[in-house]
C-alpha cells in the first residue's frame, strides 16, 4: 500500500507540472487568441488544463492516505489487489481522458468534458479506494479520529456526486433545462466539497503529527467544523446558481448555510490570538510547517471572500466575473496546494530527511515565489473581474464584449506573466520533492531511508 | 464510557445529516424545476448536445456559469441587435480564440433552438431584480 501510495503521489507531481504549463498556455490565448489555435484552440486546451490539475490535487491526497494507512497509522493492508487495481485503472483512465481531449471526442459537461464512457472505469477506481480504505480501517481503528471520518466522507461522497454529474444522461434530468442545470451545479459544488474533506482531513492529520496535541485529531471543536463542513457540502451548493430561476428555497437555504462559514472565520482568527500568546513550538522548525501557516493565511483571505459572494446581493456583481475565478483559484492553488505540499514535505522528510535538509533553502525559494505568484495572479483576476463587472451593469448594452476584451488585456497580460510566475514555483517545489523525496523511496532506497530519517524534525 | 459515548454520538449526527440529505436530493430531483416550464424540444436538445461536443462552455456561459473567454450567451437570441442570425455568423466564421466551426445548417439550427428555450427560461443578468435588505436578491423567471 505504501508502494502504491507513493506512486500515486509520483504521478500527482507529474500532472501538478504539467497542468500548471497547460495553464499557461492557456493563459497565452487569452492574451494572444491565434497562439496555438489551429492545433489545440481554448477550448481543448481548458479541460487539458482543468482535469490535470484537478487530477494534481486527487491523485495526491489519494496516494498521501495510502501512504499514512500503512506508514504512519502502522494499519496493515487488506485485500492488496484493490489498491493496485485502483492505480493502475486512473493512469488507464488518465490516457483515456487526454485521448479523448486532444481527438476531439469529448461530449461531457464543464469540468468532466471527457467522453462521458470514461466515468464508468473512474467510478470503479473510486469504489475500490473506498473498498481498500473501508476494509483497512474498519477493524483496526474502533474511535476514530476526524481524519479517518473526512476521508470516508470524502471518498463516498465523491462517488455520489461524480454519479450525480452524469444523471444528464437521463432524459428525466436532461429534457427540462432548469433542473438539468441546478443538478450540474450542485453536483461540482458538493464535488468540491468531497474533495476538500480529503485535502482538509490530510491537514488535520498533518497538524496532529506536526503538534502531537490530541485535540487537533478527536477534539470536541474540532469534530464541530466537521460536521459544519459536511452540512455545507451537502446544502450549500446552490450559492452558485442564486440566479438560475429554481425554486426559491433551495437558493434561500444555501444563503443560510453558506453565512454558517462565519463560524470558520471567527475560529480561525481566535487560533491566531491564542498562537500569539504561545511561545513557539518544535513543530515550526518541521519545512512543512510553513506550507501549513501559508495554507493556514489563505483559508482566512479565501473564506473570507467565500462570505462576501455568498451574500446575494454582492454576489448579483461578482457571478459570471473573474472575481469567481479569483475565489476558485485562491483555494485550489493557495489552500489546497499548500496543504499537499505539507503532507508530501512532511512524506519526504519522513522517508529522506537527509536529502530534504540539503535542499531547504531551494524549497524555501519555491515557496516564496509560489506565494508572491500567488498573489499577483489573484490580484490580476480581480482587476479582470471588476471591470467585467462594470461591462455588465452599466456598459454591456452599447459597448461590445470584444472592446472590453481589448481594455481588460494589462489585467490579462499581468495574469499571464503571474501565471508563468507560479509555473516555475510549482515546478520547483514539485521537482525538488520528486527528486529528492518520493523517488528515491520508490525507486532506490524504500526501506532503507525510512528508518534512517523517522522523526528528525 | 466516554470515547462510547463519542462515537456513538458522532455516528448519530452522521446518520441525521444522511437522513436530511436524501430526503433533500428526493426534492430537488423532483422540484427544482418551475411550475410553467416546458421540456426542450427534439431539436434543442441536439443542440444541447453539440454545445457539450464542442466545449462551447470553455468560453461561454449560461446564467453566468461557464468559461470567461467570450460573453454570456442566456439571452443572446433575445437581445436587441443580435438573435439567432448573430449566432450563425459567428458559428460561420469564428472569431480571435474562437475557432470556426464546420456545422451543417441543420446544425446550427439545433445550437440556435437550444439557445432560444434557454432565452426562455429567465434573465441574465437580471436588470430588474429586488434587493432586500437581508442581503437577498429577488429575481423573476420570464414567465412571472
Not at chain 1, 159 to 178: D, K, M, Q
Not at chain 1, 198 to 225: N, Q
Not at chain 2, 46 to 59: I, P, S, V
Amino acid at each position: 500500500m505504501k508502494k502504491y501510495g507513493l506512486l500515486f503521489i509520483s504521478l500527482s507531481l507529474g500532472a501538478l507540472i504539467l497542468g500548471a504549463f497547460f495553464g499557461v498556455l492557456a493563459a497565452v490565448q487569452y492574451v494572444f487568441p491565434d497562439f496555438l489555435k489551429e492545433v489545440i484552440a481554448f477550448n481543448k486546451m481548458r479541460p487539458f488544463h482543468v482535469s490535470t490539475v484537478l487530477a494534481w490535487i486527487i491523485l495526491s491526497s489519494t496516494g498521501g492516505i495510502y501512504f499514512y494507512l500503512q506508514e504512519e497509522l502502522k494499519l496493515k493492508p487488506s485485500a492488496s489487489w484493490t489498491y493496485k487495481t485502483h492505480f493502475w485503472i486512473f493512469v488507464i483512465c488518465a490516457i483515456a481522458i487526454y485521448v479523448s481531449y486532444f481527438t476531439g471526442q469529448m461530449g461531457g459537461r464543464e469540468y468532466l468534458e471527457f467522453f462521458p464512457l470514461i466515468t464508468i472505469p473512474v467510478l470503479a477506481g473510486w469504489a475500490l479506494f473506498g473498498i481498500s480504505y473501508f476494509k483497512t480501517t474498519f477493524k483496526q481503528v474502533t474511535n476514530w479520529p476526524v481524519y479517518l471520518w473526512m476521508w470516508g466522507t470524502g471518498i463516498v461522497f465523491m462517488i455520489y456526486h461524480l454519479t450525480e454529474a452524469h444523471l444528464w444522461l437521463f432524459p428525466y434530468f436532461r429534457e427540462y433545462f432548469i433542473r438539468d442545470f441546478s443538478i450540474q451545479w450542485k453536483s461540482y459544488g458538493s464535488f468540491v466539497g468531497s474533495w476538500n474533506m480529503l485535502v482538509y482531513g490530510t491537514l488535520i492529520f498533518v497538524m496532529h503529527r506536526l503538534s502531537h496535541d490530541e485535540t487537533v485529531a478527536r477534539g470536541k471543536k474540532t469534530f464541530f467544523f466537521y460536521f459544519l463542513g459536511l452540512t455545507n457540502l451537502m446544502l450549500g451548493w446552490a450559492h452558485h446558481t442564486y440566479f438560475v430561476p429554481m425554486a426559491t428555497w433551495v437558493r434561500f437555504l444555501a444563503y443560510l448555510v453558506s453565512m454558517t462559514e462565519w463560524l470558520v472565520l471567527l475560529n480561525i482568527i481566535h487560533g491566531w490570538s491564542k498562537n500569539f500568546k504561545k511561545k513557539e513550538k518544535s513543530s515550526i522548525h518541521h519545512p512543512a510547517y510553513s506550507f501549513v501557516m501559508a495554507a493556514d493565511y489563505w483559508i482566512f483571505i479565501n473564506v473570507f471572500i467565500a462570505l462576501l459572494i455568498s451574500i446575494p446581493f454582492i454576489n448579483y456583481y461578482t457571478h459570471g466575473t473573474r472575481i469567481t475565478v479569483m475565489h476558485s483559484m485562491g483555494t485550489t492553488i493557495g489552500i489546497n496546494t499548500n496543504i499537499l505540499f505539507a503532507s508530501l514535505i512532511y512524506i519526504s522528510v519522513y522517508l529522506n530527511g537527509d536529502r530534504i535538509q540539503k535542499v531547504i533553502k531551494q524549497l524555501r525559494i519555491g515557496f516564496w515565489l509560489m506565494q508572491s505568484f500567488l498573489l499577483l495572479f489573484l490580484i490580476s483576476l480581480l482587476w479582470s473581474g471588476i471591470k467585467r463587472s462594470i461591462w455588465m451593469y452599466s456598459q454591456g448594452e452599447y459597448l461590445p464584449f470584444s472592446v472590453l476584451h481589448e481594455e481588460i488585456k494589462p489585467a490579462l497580460i499581468s495574469f499571464l506573466i503571474s501565471g508563468f510566475g507560479l509555473f516555475i514555483a510549482l515546478a520547483l517545489i514539485a521537482w525538488l520533492l520528486f527528486r529528492n523525496g518520493i523517488y528515491l523511496a520508490v525507486y532506490k532506497q524504500a526501506g532503507e531511508a525510512s528508518n534512517r530519517s523517522k522523526n528528525r524534525w | 464510557m466516554q470515547t462510547f459515548n463519542n462515537i456513538t454520538g458522532n455516528r448519530l449526527v452522521i446518520a441525521i445529516l444522511v437522513c436530511i440529505f436524501i430526503i433533500y436530493n428526493i426534492i430537488i430531483y423532483k422540484g427544482t424545476q418551475p411550475l410553467t416550464a416546458e421540456k426542450l424540444s427534439d431539436d434543442a436538445l441536439a443542440g444541447q448536445l453539440l454545445y457539450q461536443k464542442n466545449n462551447c462552455t470553455a468560453c461561454h456561459q449560461l446564467y453566468g456559469l461557464g468559461g470567461y473567454l467570450g460573453p454570456d450567451l442566456t439571452n443572446i437570441i433575445s437581445t436587441k441587435g443580435k438573435g439567432p442570425e448573430y449566432v450563425k455568423a459567428f458559428l460561420n466564421s469564428g472569431i480571435k480564440s474562437m475557432p470556426r466551426f464546420h456545422f451543417s445548417e441543420k446544425q446550427k439550427d439545433a445550437i440556435v433552438a437550444y439557445l432560444r428555450e434557454v432565452d426562455k427560461t429567465g434573465h441574465f443578468p437580471d436588470y430588474n431584480a429586488r434587493m432586500h435588505p437581508t442581503g437577498w436578491v429577488e429575481i423573476k423567471t420570464k414567465s412571472e
